[in-house]
Every structure is written in C-alpha cells, then in structure tokens.
C-alpha cells in the first residue's frame, strides 16, 4: 500500500482549516457591536478599525488572533485559537484571561467595555457577543484617582468609618482581605476619612481632614503619618483632588459661607487661594472639560452649576437640579469628563446628563439611602450606588449593564468615607 497524507477539515461559517495527521481545534470566536465615544459604529465608517486578542502577558497567540473592520452588519469577528499539544501549543485554553485591543487608524483605544479589555475564553467551537465600549486614549500627565481606592486597583472598595473608635474598616477590591485602620483625633476631635494618592504612591494615602483646625492627617501606612496644614476655618469643607494635573490628590478646603478654596499642590506644596462661590453654594470639584485637571465648581441652592474651566479659564453655568435634590457629578458614561447629576432623597431618584449620552433618569434607592457614587468595577465609569447606613447594606448598579451588587460592608453608626459624602454631610444633608 502506498503511503498516504491523511488530512481533515472542518468549516466554521465560511472559513475552511486543515490539519496534517490531525483536527486543528476549532477556535472560540467573538463578535459584537463598537461604541467609539459613545456613538456604535456602523459598516460605513471611513476609519479603520482593527481588533487584536493577545494573551493576559500581552504577548500574541500564533496563529494572530486579529481582524480588520465590521462586516455589513455593523458587527466585528475574532477567532481565538486554541490550544492543541501538537499543532497549537500556543493557543488558548477554556477558562483563560485574554485581552482586547482595538485601534483606530492606528492609534491605539482605550477599551472601556469589557472592564480593561479583559475576556475569558469559552470552550472550542463557541460564539460569544461582546460589545466593544472603546474612547480615545489620551495622553494627558494627570490619570485622576478612583474616589475611594484605598487599595490601588483602580476600583472603588467598601469602607466605612466608625468614628466613636476611630476605625477605619475596608473590604478591598484587589483580594478578599480587610484592612483596617485608626484615625487618630486631634484635640478630642474627629476626622474626615478617605483614600487619597498624595504621595504618587501604588497604594494611595489613608488621609482625614479635621475641619475644626483645618489640619490633614497624611497615613504612609496603617502605622506611620504625619500631618499638613491647609486652612484655618472651622467652617471649611475637604475638598482633595487633583487641581494641578500631577496624578496626585491635592489636599484641599472649601470654606462654606465666603466660597474660597484653599489647595496645596502636590506638584511643588505652594498653598493657593481662589474666590469661587459663596455662602448659598456647595463645592462640587470634577474634570469638567476632560483636561486632566480638577475644576473648581459650585452647586447652588436653585440647582444651578457654577464651573471654572482650568483648560481655557472660562465659565460654565448649567441648570441641572432644584433645591430638594443633592449634587452627585462623576464621569457616568466613561469618556474623561465629569457629568452632572443630581439625587432626589425623598424618591431615590437619579438624573444624570452624561457629556456623551445625554438625559436619563434612574430610581436607585429609597428615603433611607445615602447616595454613594464611585467606580466600584474598575471600568473607568462613575456607578450609580446607595449605601443604606440602618443596615450596612450597599447597593450598587455596575456601568452600562446596569448589573445590581449587593453588599453587606457597615452597621448602623458607620459612615461611607467618599468625599461627595463628607461634603453633603457636613452641609447637614446627609446624617
């Protein structure tokens, strides 16, 4: 008998592969639609879009697991190989964390849905829908602090603040650890709470502000701290960001009845003063036109939005809110800019105006609860969240699937310790 080449083929919807003395697998294929902005992308688009999936490591899978455009129905493909002892031993398993990269005319996208672009591989054979959330990736030196990262992670953890012990208790993200902390008092009296990177540090800064001497107490770790003077007012209100654009948190106080802020850079520690509000207004700092700086921001009585633009020193005024509702602004739809938002108590009602989605309106809570809105799942978007303080019950509704979190971290007399909830507290909205 001659000697034979034995081959075998299979097709997957189109696509015919062949193996010599043995079944290549067949891969694990995904497909969706693209959001660029915002705005879902369609098969008539000029730009080019390509689609890459690359091992956790970033290294790529050979066979390249790429492709190039959309198909007529505005959908995207890439097949995944997977792994053979033989024939693809550089393929991917069932169960592996892989990454997306998508580019636009050759400039590389910032994925933003899936969080950071991560998938995890399905069995041979499958297709799985994943619609792409992709912005610009921008280059500006300041990469804003995640409010209430007290972990590094770049999610938002649990944590609450026991102030009769002065413990700090946080459930972090990154793993199943607690962490706890003390904040010490300062003259009998009690500070304010949060996570803070003034230090550029991977671990952000355990800080407190003390608002009857206008000192900041600056934790190195649990053990170590020292303290930083910003303002002599027992009337101030913390207002920490980052105004100077180093990727840093600038300590910082608003005061309450004359609307001046005090803010001690990070950048080279020079304490300026600005005039930006009054005694009817609340401090409401965000990125508001997405230039990697903190705006200064006030919230007036009416609703009424006050901001100075730190990329071109003008004024923004915008209308979004009355007297019974309590400002909540964050970046609610991902692209860099701080929204406006409000949260009606008496309803749970939310009324959001993102700069890419415009109006919606959420019920997220109820009388009892405390609006506490953070990037709880890393994906680089504000969450909606209510922390109703009776129970320790967190209740948070992750991005835009809109997936409800439910979360026991606190007790009756704990306190959430995001700033936008010191400065609704201490303007005597919030208990």
């Given at each position: 008998m001659k000697n034979s080449t034995v081959y075998k083929f299979f097709l997957l919807s189109g696509l015919l592969t062949a193996s010599c003395f043995g079944v290549i697998p067949m891969p694990c294929r995904?497909?969706?639609?693209?959001?660029?902005?915002?705005?879902?992308?369609?098969?008539?688009?000029v730009e080019v879009y390509k689609f890459k999936i690359v091992h956790a490591d970033g290294s790529e899978y050979i066979p390249a697991a790429e492709s190039t455009g959309l198909n007529d129905s505005g959908y995207y493909k890439v097949?995944?190989?997977?792994?053979?002892?033989?024939?693809?031993?550089?393929?991917?398993?069932?169960?592996?964390?892989?990454?997306?990269?998508?580019?636009?005319?050759?400039?590389?996208?910032?994925?933003m849905q899936p969080a950071d672009g991560r998938y995890t591989v399905q069995s041979a054979g499958t297709l799985s829908t994943v619609q792409l959330?992709?912005?610009?990736t921008t280059n500006e030196i300041s990469t804003q602090h995640t409010m209430g990262d007290y972990d590094g992670d770049g999610k938002a953890d649990f944590a609450v603040y026991y102030m009769p012990?002065?413990?700090?208790?946080?459930?972090?993200?990154?793993?199943?650890?607690?962490?706890?902390?003390?904040?010490?008092?300062?003259?009998?009296?009690?500070?304010c709470p949060m996570a803070l990177n003034i230090e550029g540090l991977d671990t952000p800064n355990i800080s407190a502000f003390y608002k009857d001497s206008g000192w900041w107490y600056?934790?190195?770790?649990?053990?170590?701290?020292?303290?930083?003077?910003?303002?002599?007012?027992?009337?101030?209100?913390?207002?920490?960001?980052?105004?100077?654009?180093?990727?840093?948190?600038?300590?910082?106080?608003?005061?309450?009845?004359?609307?001046?802020?005090?803010?001690?850079?990070?950048?080279?520690?020079?304490h300026e003063v600005f005039h930006w509000g009054w005694g009817d207004s609340m401090p409401v700092p965000g990125d508001y036109d997405g230039d990697g700086k903190t705006d200064l921001a006030v919230y007036d009585s009416a609703g009424r939005w006050y901001i100075f633009k730190s990329s071109d020193q003008s004024t923004l005024i915008c209308d979004w809110g009355w007297g019974a509702t309590w400002p909540v602004p964050g970046d609610y739809d991902g692209d860099g800019k701080t929204d406006f938002a409000v949260y009606w108590p008496d309803f749970g009602m939310w009324y959001i105006w993102a700069t890419q989605q415009g109006y919606s309106t959420i019920q997220w809570g109820w009388r009892s609860t405390i609006p506490v809105p953070a990037d709880y799942n890393g994906?680089?978007?504000?969450?909606?969240?209510?922390?109703h303080q009776d129970q320790g019950m967190w209740y948070v509704r992750l991005g835009e699937s809109g997936m409800p979190t439910v979360i026991h971290w606190g007790w009756e007399n704990a306190t959430p310790t995001l700033p936008q909830y010191w400065i609704n507290h201490l303007y005597g909205r919030i208990p």
């Open positions: 995904i497909g969706g639609t693209l959001i660029f902005n915002g705005v879902q992308v369609d098969a008539s688009a097949d995944i190989p997977m792994f053979d002892e033989a024939d693809q031993s550089n393929g991917a398993r069932e169960g592996d964390q892989v990454k997306i990269l998508v580019t636009r005319n050759g400039a590389s996208l910032t994925v959330q992709v912005k610009e012990s002065g413990a700090l208790y946080i459930s972090k993200s990154s793993s199943d650890a607690i962490m706890l902390a003390e904040v010490p008092t300062q003259d009998n009296a009690y500070g600056i934790l190195h770790d649990i053990y170590n701290g020292y303290w930083k003077h910003c303002t002599w007012d027992k009337t101030d209100i913390p207002v920490p960001a980052d105004y100077d654009g180093d990727g840093r948190s600038d300590i910082a106080a608003y005061g309450k009845y004359d609307g001046v802020w005090h803010i001690v850079r990070s950048s080279d520690d020079a994906d680089g978007t504000t969450d909606i969240a209510v922390y």
